[in-house]
């Protein structure tokens, strides 16, 4: 038997995707030698630990917390990225752009700006004392900080971030200047910074509070898994399931990058993750490239959707819904879920079209004893279940509790393999002790974007709350001209556009400040009662479908360079598969049932999980252009209206003028259900006279 993961990537394409994600999540800074190669790993464990006591031992005030959060944050940023990413020809200039040692500025920088975030705690007292009436020396310091964080947020995330806060921020004192529609009072510098940088409404808001409280301990949590070795038992298990199957390999990239991104809470290290062992393989078995590169991004994209983590946005979606965390997941669950297992008939459909097979059964690892070589893997993950479904713990105690528990479980299975092996006890707990120290390295590299995303996402927050979001209301009715589904469309396009250049959480967070009140007030105007969940979801689920949109979609470059095609075109063909998430967010703010919302049976819950799947069958179907065969232009618009009737049986129930709600929705949901069998035959029939 040879093992599915022998196939071997080149080193230089697998350098090339290990750089995009290095670059993104853990900064192009590299020292190798002298004792300055310690500082960023000593600083991100130590974050870490921080993190660890204050869940569990340090009792802090959530401004403290916060404060120290972000300057752990910005410090690592300033340390991790140079000014420039590229080498410049100035000798000069060039002085900044050097990685493979620290440059005397970078470290003023970054101390001083640490320090900045700190002054909130340092002088917690005083600026409590004069909120409203703030001294020059807090104008001056939250002024250096609003510039400090900016630049941070340009070196972690690029340029789109600090663009749309200066825009925000030049706004809240031109409005005055603007034209009608767009006429804002404006506000004084005193109001401003005391807002922004002075109180809990800002920078320090509630996104670094969730941040700092609960997010921190799942990324930390999903780097221990992948130190311990759990990315390759998903691959190992993945493909012992799947493999054998019509375009095995694409599905096993499916139900891995499903697996991983539970708690990867990254779309781009997932991609690198997985993707180096399932891009190949799909090549190898008649993929094309872009196609095979398009396969991982549009699944690994799709991780973020996936419980508990959620792109680590689903902690700060409960916080603003005032929801438990249970609830969101709750909500999310089926979307998700579906969305999922639609990609992997996705990937079905295409190996159909390209008559492809799967990989022979005795090249694959054999299901059981895979299974159970990695089934301790599970362990920490059914401990975090339990104790957020079950017991009802906070998300921070859980996962606090569940990394102590995967802590345990490093140091045993590295004593397993030594019981098995040549017996050397005192290494197998030296080799857990540094497994574990590198997960807090890990965890806190992780984390500095996020928390310096989170933080600049604040200030336009902030800004939104100085009384800007009248505005954005009355602006977006304008240009929809009232139309309910236009404002859809319109939120849809710009959280596409702004989480171009915007980590998934910072997308979510400046969306739902933006125009989450707006579907919600605008859908009240136009008799639409909106769960406020349901416009959460719908702004977070865009914002998910643009890391692999082009040109700058970094989960796509990841993957293109690992399956050597062209980005650009490996990020297209990415996003067709991922239309059927695009569809699902209009079908749930219309139909809140998909969101399990009102809905107290198990069995009609299922019934509305099978609706639900057999309508993601059906667009999946119309949008490949292939169901049992190729489709003809009627086939595509009576899958159509399968999908129509699946995920909006409501609607098509008030066009026939049935009365009884939950009567006509089953009706319709089963008449959906027997034209896409009849469907499904004819093109069975067809198949077999051609």
Known sequence: MRDPLDHQLNDADLEEAQRIVDEAEGGTRVIQSGWTRWIIPVIAASWSIFQLLISSFILLDSTMVRSIHLAFAICLVFLSHPLFKKPKKSKFLNYFARTDRYSFIDIIIALSAS????????DYVGLSMRQGAPLFRDILFGFILLILLLEAARRALGP??????IIFILYSFFGPYMPAVLAFKGVSINRFFGQITMSTEGIFGVPLDVSATIVFLFVLFGAMLDKAGAGKYFVDLAFSLLGQFKGGPAKAAVLASGLTGMVSGSSIANTVTTGTFTIPLMKSVGYPDHKAGAVEVACSTNGQLMPPIMGAAAFIIAEYCNLEYVEVIRAAFIPAVVSYIALMYITHLEASKLGLEGIPREELPKFWPTFIKGIHFTLPLLFLIVELVVFRHSPALAAFRAIMVLAVLIILQNLYAQYKGDKDYKKAVKHGVWQIGTSLVAGGKNMMGIGVAVAAAGIIVGVVTLGLGGIITEVIEVLSGGNFLLILIITAIASLILGMG?????????????????ILTLGEKNGIVIPLIAAHLFVFFFGILADDTPPVGLAAFAAAAIAKSDPIKTG?????YDIRTAILPFMFIFNTELLLIGVDSLVYGIWIFISALFAMFAFAALTQGWFATKNKWYDGILLGAVTLALLRPGLIGSWMGMADVSRTRFMVNLLGMGLMVMIYLVQKLRAKRA
């Open 115 to 122: 320090l900045l975030a700190l002054y909130i705690t340092i």
């Open 572 to 576: 297209i063909q990415g996003f067709t």
């Open 160 to 165: 789109a971030l600090p663009i749309v806060a």
């Open 502 to 518: 915007l980590p998934t959480t910072a997308n979510y967070i400046v969306m739902a400040s933006l125009t989450a009140p707006v």
